[in-house]
């Protein structure tokens, strides 16, 4: 996936559009194949289809309207986060139909604002975001997996969501994913394209790093939402796809709502 991603930034911007478009087409058909939608397979392919065209015709989402779907949307994962961590010891389950809504609303509005801050920054802004993403992923991945236990006891974060993610591993995500922060924005200081740079710039040191913190949490949400629909569905991948590693949207569930919301940060601070 990295070298096909890479392969496209290289390519041309149209290239890189085109594999963005396949990826999220490819996850919103996942999670309405979840809910069983019978028409799966051409909802998702119409809707990638139509907004690349768009995208390649020059047709964009003025800014004001951007930022007031890219709030929207925080402010509904703000709000799916706190039911999701309040309900991560008995279940969290959503009716089919709000679902469904999501994957047809919230995917696309990913990749519009992805595609934005490719506009923006070109591909060091929409990787420097997705590091925040991936710092998350990894680090709760190894601080769970080397310290399990060992902090909170045996109790887990969200035992009827996700069973195997830890306290411990939440805890590595916001250290280790704040230092790679800052690691990263001190080191490319003053550099635009770079997103923790951007960010420091023009929010200060403690107003970035609660914006890290944040971000952080909505990368947890999104896991967990994905988790939760899962769960639901009755299956462990949402697709097989990429073999070895589930579906698209297993790949991209965190990004679903961090792609919005870091946009939005980003236009409301500039």
């Not at 997705?130 to 974060?157: H, N, P, T």
């Not at 996700?162 to 704040?178: D, N, Q, R």
Request: proline share 4%.
């Amino acid at each position: 996936m990295l070298a096909v991603l890479a392969g496209s930034i290289c390519l041309s911007p149209v290239a890189f559009a085109a594999v963005m478009a396949f990826a999220v087409s490819a996850a919103i058909w996942e999670w309405l194949r979840m809910l069983r939608v019978r028409a799966a397979i051409p909802a998702s392919a119409v809707i990638g289809v139509v907004f690349f065209g768009l995208w390649t015709a020059g047709v964009r989402i003025p800014g004001g309207v951007l930022l007031a779907l890219t709030a929207i949307d925080t402010a509904i994962w703000i709000v799916l986060t706190c039911f999701i961590f309040r309900d991560r010891s008995r279940g969290f389950r959503l009716p089919p139909a709000v679902q469904c809504l999501m994957a047809l609303l919230m995917l696309p509005l990913a990749w519009c604002a992805l595609m934005q801050l490719f506009e923006l920054g070109s591909w060091q802004l929409v990787v420097s975001v997705l590091v925040i993403v991936w710092s998350a992923d990894i680090f709760a991945y190894f601080s769970g997996r080397f310290f399990g236990g060992k902090f909170f006891g045996e109790r887990r974060m969200a035992s009827a969501i996700s069973p195997k993610k830890t306290w411990e591993g939440a805890l590595g995500a916001f250290v280790c994913g704040i230092i790679i922060f800052f690691a990263l924005g001190f080191g490319f200081s003053g550099c635009p394209d770079i997103y923790q740079a951007e960010l420091i710039r023009v929010a200060g040191i403690p107003g970035a790093a609660v914006a890290a913190l944040f971000l952080t949490v909505l990368s947890m949400a999104g896991d967990l939402l994905e988790s939760a629909a899962k769960r639901q569905a009755g299956i462990k991948d949402s697709s097989n796809l990429l073999p070895g590693h589930g579906g698209y949207f297993d790949r991209l569930d965190s990004c679903v709502p961090v792609m919005p919301a870091s946009l939005c940060l980003l236009l409301l601070l500039a």
